[in-house]
């Protein structure tokens, strides 16, 4: 009898001991992206995009057998585009996952969130914003932007206007937030050292509808190129409506978020010759061969927008990175996936991007121009492919 108990507890013992041994081997074999995701709130129409992006990446790695042996799990959180919700977000998924990527949904929140991520030293991050402070290695070690930033978004746009029409007066209409002022001092350099000139700056409010004085103020420099930066779409269709009635003829152009096919589709007729930089190929693409977007036209056939696009990239550079690091048998840590991801040269985005990528600094700094086709209801690429150096 006594042999028996002891055999018993002996068991339960054992037992108790193993218990939670599959689950940690399952979870070291885990790479996992967590996320604020803004599913909710003014920005969900990204939001919505992002985290199918994410999720379909995460899809097609893990039925292709995963990597190096580890699967891939997405553990994402509604941020409704709020800075304490996303922090919340963040603090949740990372206590209760080993996370090894997060993307975040603002400037606001890398910033908030950065010296989380120094202390941490177990994760990389990117996210929806294209802000230019996150262009640095030293202040954002573990931070990085899947596209050019939004200075270069500006610079991209102005080596395309020196290319067309060198000496060309530019405008730069911007919205009176942090957003919008990002890359307008540093621009005005850039513009300089290419040759144009800067021939007014008009700031609004975002969203702003009454545009009738910053009209007139943007006839009397007659520019031959403005660029609008800070906006989604309102008051862009405001300018150009007013300034077509006054006779005014200038380019009208575009950054990032103003880029989606859907969305300047929305100012209708307005929208004809529309122009702008865009870092991807948009969905419908054929120009060329990209087997990734044919991967994702097979798995969405309807129009997916650009914020998708910008997530499936985030995630597949999250799977390079870890690709990387597990390949070289180093330990994944912030400082390791990060130098991972800074050793990505000329690489093949499946047509994500029409051009191979190298990652400079925090960012990929290439794009391309793109006008609005209002009878196709598409943007059709107006350049090749720039890429800053």
Do not use: C
């Not at 940690?24 to 992002?50: H, L, Q, T, W, Y």
């Not at 031959?224 to 006054?246: K, N, S």
């Not at 865009?278 to 969905?283: A, Q």
């Amino acid at each position: 009898m006594r042999r028996t108990v002891l055999k018993s507890l002996l068991a339960t013992a054992i037992l108790s001991a193993t218990a939670g041994l599959p689950a940690a081997r399952a979870a070291d074999k885990e790479i996992v992206i967590g996320g604020s995701i803004p599913m909710s709130g003014v920005f969900a129409f990204a939001g919505i995009g992002i985290h199918a992006g994410i999720q379909d990446y995460v899809k097609m790695v893990n039925a292709a057998g995963g990597i190096a042996g580890h699967t891939l799990r997405y553990v994402p959180e509604d941020s409704a585009y709020k800075v304490d919700q996303s922090v919340a977000a963040f603090k949740k998924i990372t206590s209760q996952n080993k996370v090894n990527f997060y993307y975040g949904d603002s400037t606001a929140f890398s910033k908030t969130i950065n010296p989380e991520l120094d202390r941490a030293g177990s994760m990389i991050m990117s996210g929806a914003s294209f802000a230019t402070e996150l262009n640095d290695p030293k202040k954002y070690p573990y931070q990085f932007v899947a596209g050019p930033d939004y200075t270069q978004q500006f610079g991209i746009l102005l080596r395309y206007i020196a290319q067309q029409k060198p000496g060309a007066k530019v405008a730069f209409v911007h919205s009176d937030t942090e957003f919008g002022r990002d890359p307008i001092e540093t621009s005005r350099g850039v513009a300089k050292a290419l040759g144009l000139d800067v021939a007014i700056e008009i700031m609004t409010p975002p969203g702003a509808v009454d545009v009738s004085t910053e009209i007139a103020k943007l006839r009397r420099a007659r520019p031959d190129f403005t660029i609008f930066h800070g906006y989604i779409l309102g008051p862009i269709p405001e300018f150009i409506g007013q300034a077509r009635q006054m006779g005014l003829d200038t380019q009208f152009m575009g950054t990032f978020w103003t880029m989606d096919n859907s969305t300047v589709m929305q100012m209708g007729e307005l929208a004809e010759g529309f122009m702008g930089v865009m870092p991807y190929n948009y969905y419908y693409d054929q120009s060329a061969p990209a087997p990734m977007l044919d991967k994702i036209r097979a798995m969405r056939p309807e129009y997916q927008n650009v914020p998708y696009i910008q997530g499936f990239l985030s995630a597949m550079l999250y799977a390079e990175s870890a690709r990387r690091t597990l390949a070289a048998g180093k330990e994944m840590s912030a400082a390791n996936l990060k130098a991972a991801l800074n050793s990505i040269e000329n690489f093949d985005t499946g047509g994500l991007i029409g051009v191979p990528v190298t990652l400079r600094g925090n960012t990929i700094p290439v794009g391309r121009i793109y006008r609005a086709d209002t009878k196709a209801r598409r943007m059709v690429p107006a350049s090749d492919w720039i890429v800053l150096e």
